[in-house]
């Protein structure tokens, strides 16, 4: 597969900023796969996503291979993003983003996880598997995955989380996937890694915040049960959503089959927040997401 | 269309039960159409549902027509829940159950149930709109429907309600329909109609309570948003949930936007809502509801 | 609401595309509200959808009016969509498209758009109901739109068809939407309105082709059923698809279900589609539709 | 957990069949969990699923555990469903089914069902997976199910299949499971397991029968992509579906998107097919399937 570059921008709203940066790009000799814009009228920002191939074929631009052109899309682009105060981030599909799974003793969402990893459909390196507990060991294993045991508790938390901060430094973690690891995180440990961690909770937030969503929508009586995944913020089950979903559910159904059926909604929503994440599709702003298909 | 009864029973459970119905009914040479059961294991409850045919063709039980028929079966049945501790409900299809709708400005949901009523969708009688306002008035008249212009204010409150109750009176009205109507009810109009007024709320509850639902849903980034039919009980947006639909939405959708896909949502859940109570498929119990499908 | 344009653009893919015609935007002085663009990789086609606001604020570009900004920004737009052989359309939010409904027995549709139309959710001059029966009459006169009866039997159909390309042509039409309207279109209709028929099909295209699809759907045992709208085009059910959506049945549904659940179907999935053409969303190519979001 | 029977019936719809069983039920002191029933009135059928529990308490029926009173119920019931023509299947739930994995090189569905049935999802002993390919073997090894490679070519199709069946008869398989298995088996396979070999098709049937569904639904531009689980008949993909589910998709979907999005979808019929069969939801009759809830 062709090599890939993605650049994602936010920044104020104002007349020209597609012409000016598809410009820039046409001049670099960029070829442009996909781009997607979008404006939030109310706060005057606009967004933009452009994914463009690094094919090196000795176009203008494209001398020295794709790491090259990279670099001289970077320097030419750095004057134009702080004339128009852009934030920005410019990846490239040959740096595969590193990836630490978190869980806990419920392993669908690994195990659907590491499937997916392994069969292709997610772009990264699962670099670990963190666990409290050791029954996901024997999974990781067999995926290839080095495991680690962090036990957590109440007295332990501060040496554990400093433990699993040195752990993810040290293997240079890009993102961290809580897949049902059902440990609240610190305001330290969520600083670290801003919009770099992503949840699903087993409600359609903002319904049934909290722990056992299950039980609170059993006993409401609700008629849909959902999932979502989100960032992590300081604030329990309140960071930017990225992906919900829902299934029916009937008066039928106790609160075993709503576990039941929520597993395949928390495997569904995780897995495409992970991969959207990937592929940067994502911007946060405020406490919601921009979301390119 | 033949004539139809329609038992709905709730319980304690208990062995035996679909035995001892269903062979009174045997007995009673009624042909069963559908019969559903359900039992809530964690609290002893027994639910059931049977529609038969009234068709008086000559055979035991059906001498003198449907009506004698059915007062055959309430004779027979009497004994039987009083011994089984039964609360039951014995309707019949001849008797279509009385409607008024109330409505305040947006008509999207009025001009829904008009139009499945003129279409034999509903099987009731819309007795009457009432309304706050006095935009719904050709639209009721279009349907042949009378229209009556009750004020409601802070300050008319007590009074506006007093007017509503006789009229509800008046007309024998069996289901009172909050299509969109904008006034919360208080304590005394919702006890004389217990089970018997269904309101849409323009959100998945219970997310969302309250005022503005859709600008509340905008400012959390959600990615779907919801609508919800249930029976009004004395706490806001709090009575049994009788159904429930999502919309995906992105992060191009504007709060104006919410407005108009929830729109098709408001029509859908709650017209599902009304056409399940007038089959008698809705059972409450709790804070929930029981719907046979 | 300021007047906006928009236009939409499909043309051989080639590098450069979108900082040409930003460029060209920018200098024009549009405020851009919208942007689209999508590629078919495999085709090597482009497609984009720009929309911008006609403000006349004295910007360069805007003095004279919405008009005169059209007009300068067409002249000075079609040297490049030569140079770049693009197909284009520009339109303006002033001028509303104008809109026969066609309909037969089933209102259900009919009904729902004149809602919408009425209720502004739909940017258009309804100009004409026009049926082969009588029954829409009364519905179309309490909104206000004139009603034309155009009988059609095998004998008559040709007459038929002429009376009413007649009267399209009259009434300066712009797009034809058949809200179950069940005559087949002939070649020469549909020729005189290549991709502004807009039809609704009560199937999940491209099962069930044809007439009764309800009943092929019952017997064939499926678990959702299915509506899709589509532009016509001279094969039967074959067009460009726009938009579909399903609903779940189970086993103790009948024909009689599935044709009222389905009723809910396509009213979404055909005002889906008239709304999208009407704000200049969907483009064709080949036998398929880009639709905007 | 308590153990329990499972009574599945189909036969000729006529009065007081409802009352019989159930009076049967209550004289065996059965205590009733679940009771549903169904009749097709165009067909004059009718289907009942009761579930009751084996509990042993030494209630009369009980005396001599669980599989003494099974015993004691069919002794019972063998005359009464003479008399009524009936068609039945009694199960227990301490005989877990025997299932077979047959896959090929797809392995997201057979990671699917090994993920569950190792989480206690499914009720079932999986006793084997049978590939045409090696490429499962180290999966299904993890989760400690014997692997046997049989080998497929057009030349070697009829002593493939017998080598299948053979290995089936030994391990007593009650159900096969096509989780992706990519070769047509022949009409002598499918009459071995009438209505106990569920596949899976890659499409929302009967749209896209056959190879490379993706392909076609691509190629028509649908809006949405389906899959659909169904009992195996000798038809191709003509069998009575038990489930199907859609997804969204837009233009921006290729072929491969398409493929990717499918999976997730796959794996949800496929499982919910095989648990629902597993736990005897579901009548065959006609090409039809009533799957109780």
Redesign the interface.
Known sequence: MAETAVLLIDCPDR??L??RV??L??EQ??????????????LGLFFMRVEWALNGTGEPGTDGGAEAALERFRAAFAPLAEELEMRWQLSWSARRPRVALFCSQY??CL??LL?RSG?G?LECEIAVVVSNHRVAE??AG?YGIPFVHIPVTAATRTEAEAEQLKLLAELGIDLVVLARYMQILTPKFVSAYPARIINVHHS?????IGARPYHAAHA?????I?ATSHYVTEVLDDG???????A?I???D?VDDLV?RG??LER?VLSRAVRWHLERRILCY??????F?
């Open positions: 007349k020209g597609v012409a598809s410009t790009l046409y000799g960029a070829n442009i796969l996909h781009a997607d814009q979008h404006q939030d009228h109310e392993l669908h195990a659907d499937q069969a459909e024997p999974l067999f359609f937030l903002p319904a049934f409401r009586g609700v008629k849909l959902g930017p959503i990225i992906e919900q979903d829902v029916r009937s008066h039928r106790q039941a597993r395949d569904v405020g406490n919601k997401t921009v979301v298909d």
